[in-house]
């Protein structure tokens, strides 16, 4: 219901009628989005309306020279429940929604579970709006025994009939003319009040044949179910499934996420090139586009994350999956649903938190939403192969169980955490745990490709705009006030020019490079980021931190994995490409009083730290985003932060009291 | 989900505690209005005849009711008391289901 969601497209054409406002409505696992993927194609967006934590798709298509606008409403199984779809179902039947009232409703039926369709059909019926029924999964149910008559159906309920296969686009033009014969002239309505023996008379009269009211076995899904639902099986195969998953988004997205960083490294150097240096060069090369593109190289993860996603709710899996997994996760308060993106958050908190829509509960997928950072993402393994390199030079055996170690502590701190939510801020009673297991089918490629892309647009839509606006202040506090060059870097320069003078010009190349950190040092350490490391550097000091480490900790907070390089000008001399070589050089790095800056345990601190604190301002957008506020952003990050110091004190205090060096 | 009035069968078992295999109506349940509505919505009512799919003591169960399967939590499904069915069709049982 955008109303004038294009007025310029729409002011530069040959003008339109009014469109047509058609709301999708259907249970779970009918086809509804498959129907409404075929009818909208690309010319569909997921709408958040205020007030509602669910969402619903909205897109157009013209049939017959008038534009039609479809609302693709969530799957709900009654309309009068106290759970947000049913909601904002009923809001859109009263033109609540977006302040508009659909012209026709649409109503989805599975042909081979008519009863409880129809029984939502009554419901909307009430609402005296006019109505079309799609007929789907009719293959199915005719494959089943069940002889379907449509015209029939449109008889006994006095609305136009179609049916309808969005999967292979069957039926659509003629569902697209039932919609308009159903605005045109409305039909006469039943009365919403009929009783439950009209249903089955209906059913009995429109479908028929030797399982009239569904069928009762089926021994390839009984024998899939037992297999993918069994305590110990269903596990292994779950756990096979999602190593799969993870494997294909770590392995094929490494291409097009270096593509994206070459493609952004280029343009950098070449506005660099052709800018003359100064504020705004510096701005739309680091700011801007270093901004957008440390966010926007997790794209190809994003949409391999959600396509093999889709492609797995697709199958009839990932209810089974849920289900497996709803033994384990109850224990912390969270649904089987919770361990998808629990998982998903492995590869990046960004996917791992949008695919949290997975979750019904609005309460459950809060829980989901807060705790997922605590997972170990890509970004933290350059932190961790770094410090655990500090920590086990000798040993690769300690230092892989080391490593080991952080995920299994994150995985521990967003379990008990998830725990502590659910019985305080969040307490309240869940969602009973019922799910319907839908038949298992082949996926649909083309609805995961557009639900990919739906999901793509999102996320960009955000890199765009808050994240964007994010990277511009945090670059700005980074790079002012600017200093002036140091008296030592100026020297070293003399001395580059000297040696160029001398014909030596690897020398020269080396003096520059030194004269370059020092600077870029000088500049970290006088910016607002600078003054803001050293003004908390007390806080920090309880960790064994230093005024270097606490700004390299703070630089950081804008994505972890600029602790390397920020310690690499603030410490080292090195290019900072090399990890061996960086470990190197940070371990032979004193304090001011001669003593190791990295010691064993300010180390196990940073480590934990790392392991724990929310370093990532991205989340923290896309988590205001999805719960649509900043009060659980700040929340999330606050609780994080706080656990992080806490359990990084106490793990340095625990290394001392063992004797691990102070 | 409320009390029936009549009673065809005198046995009354939770959900948990019938076999793969075994046919059954809901007699009763210990479940709030909201949960019960829930699961009217989705179909799982007196009328209606269901077959147990998978069903351990402490584990959650599945169920087949017409085409659709449904899969319940441990604690929902030990709430919900059953009357278990011996014949081989849905609608004997049916019959003698209150009605709405």
């Known amino acids: 219901m955008t109303g004038d969601a294009n007025p310029v497209t729409r002011a530069t054409r040959t003008p339109l009628p009014p469109p047509t406002r058609v709301a999708m409505v259907g249970n779970p696992n009918v086809g509804k989005t498959s129907l409404f993927n075929r009818l909208c194609g690309v010319r569909a967006k997921t709408a958040n309306f205020p007030g509602s934590t669910v969402e619903a798709r909205m897109g157009s298509c013209v049939a017959d020279g008038v534009e039609m606008e479809f609302i693709d409403l969530p799957g709900v199984y009654a309309i009068d429940l106290e759970l947000p779809e049913s909601k904002l179902c009923r809001d859109c039947l009263a033109g609540r929604l977006a302040g508009c009232m659909p012209d026709a409703m649409l109503v989805v039926l599975d042909a081979t579970n008519m009863q409880r369709g129809l029984r939502l059909f009554r419901s909307v019926a009430a609402g005296g709006r006019p109505m079309a029924v799609a007929l789907t999964m009719t293959d199915l149910a005719r494959g089943r025994g069940l002889s379907v008559n449509a015209q029939r159906l449109a008889v006994v309920l006095g609305v136009p009939c179609v049916e309808a296969n969005g999967r292979a686009g069957v039926g659509i033009e003629p569902l697209l003319a039932a919609i308009h014969a159903a605005v045109e002239v409305p039909p006469q309505i039943l009365a919403a009040g009929i009783a439950e023996d009209w249903i089955d008379q209906t059913v009995s009269s429109s479908v028929g044949g030797p399982n009239t009211l569904g069928a009762d076995t089926d021994r390839l899904t009984d024998r899939l179910d037992a297999a993918f639902t069994h305590p110990i099986l269903g596990g292994v195969v779950f756990l096979l499934a999602m190593a799969l998953m993870f494997f294909a988004i770590f392995r094929l997205a490494e291409i097009p996420m270096d593509l994206i960083e070459q493609g952004f490294g280029w343009l950098g150097s070449t506005i660099a090139a052709v800018l003359p240096e100064g504020a705004l060069t510096s701005l739309l090369v680091d700011g801007v586009i270093g901004g957008v593109a440390g966010t926007v190289v997790f794209l190809p993860q994003i949409c391999l994350l959600f396509f093999l996603l889709a492609l797995l709710e697709d199958t009839g899996y990932l209810a089974r999956a849920a289900f497996v997994m709803d033994r384990i996760m109850c224990r912390f308060g969270l649904p089987g649903q919770a361990f998808v993106p629990l998982l998903s958050s492995h590869a990046c908190a960004l996917p791992g938190i949008m695919s949290a829509r997975l979750i019904p509960d609005p309460k459950d997928r809060l829980a989901t939403i807060l705790v997922a950072p605590f997972m170990s993402c890509s970004a933290r393994v350059g932190v961790y192969v770094l410090l655990v390199t500090l920590l086990f030079p000798q040993s690769g055996f300690l230092a892989g169980l080391a490593f080991a170690g952080c995920y299994a502590l994150g995985a521990a701190a967003a379990l008990v955490t998830a725990a502590i939510f659910r019985k305080t801020i969040l307490r309240g009673k869940s969602r009973p745990m019922v799910l319907e297991l839908p038949p298992y089918r082949l996926p649909d490629l083309r609805g995961a490709v557009l639900s990919t892309y739906d999901r793509a647009v999102v996320f960009l839509r955000n890199a765009g705009t808050v994240i964007l606006a994010i990277c511009v202040v945090m670059w700005w506090i980074n790079a002012y006030p600017r200093s002036a060059m140091p008296v030592e870097a100026i020297a070293i320069e003399a001395r580059a020019v000297d040696a160029d003078a001398a014909g030596n010009a690897d020398e020269a190349t080396a003096l520059r490079a030194d004269a370059e950190n020092l600077q870029r040092r000088v500049q970290q350490q006088n910016s607002f980021a600078g003054w803001i490391g050293g003004a908390v550097q007390p806080v920090f000091a309880p960790l064994g931190l230093d005024d270097r480490l606490t700004i390299a900790v703070m630089t950081s907070f804008l994505a972890r994995e600029v602790f390397r390089s920020t310690m690499t000008v603030l410490v080292g001399h090195g290019d900072g490409d090399n990890d061996t070589k960086v470990a190197d050089e940070l371990a032979l790095a004193t304090r001011t009083d001669g003593s190791k800056l990295f010691d064993v345990p300010t180390s196990v601190a940073l480590l934990v730290f790392y392991v724990l604190a929310l370093q990532c301002l991205p989340t923290l957008a896309v988590t205001r985003r999805e719960t649509g506020s900043w009060k659980w952003a700040a929340l999330q990050f606050g609780w994080m932060s706080v656990v992080a110091y806490l359990l990084a004190l106490f793990a340095r205090a625990l290394v001392i009291a063992l004797g691990g060096g102070g | ?100």
């Open chain 2, 1 to 100: 989900m409320a009390s029936t009035v009549s009673d065809p069968l005198p046995i009354r078992l939770p959900l948990t505690q019938l076999k793969r295999g075994d046919r059954a109506m809901v007699a009763d349940s210990s479940l709030s209005d909201e949960d019960r509505a829930v699961l009217r919505a989705m179909g799982l009512d007196e009328r209606c005849t269901f077959t147990v799919c998978r069903a351990s003591a402490g584990g959650p169960c599945i169920i087949q009711l017409d085409a659709t399967r449904l899969g319940l939590s441990p604690d929902l499904a030990k709430r919900i008391m059953t009357r278990p069915c011996e014949c081989p069709s849905a609608d004997c049982c049916a019959q003698d289901a209150p009605k709405p």
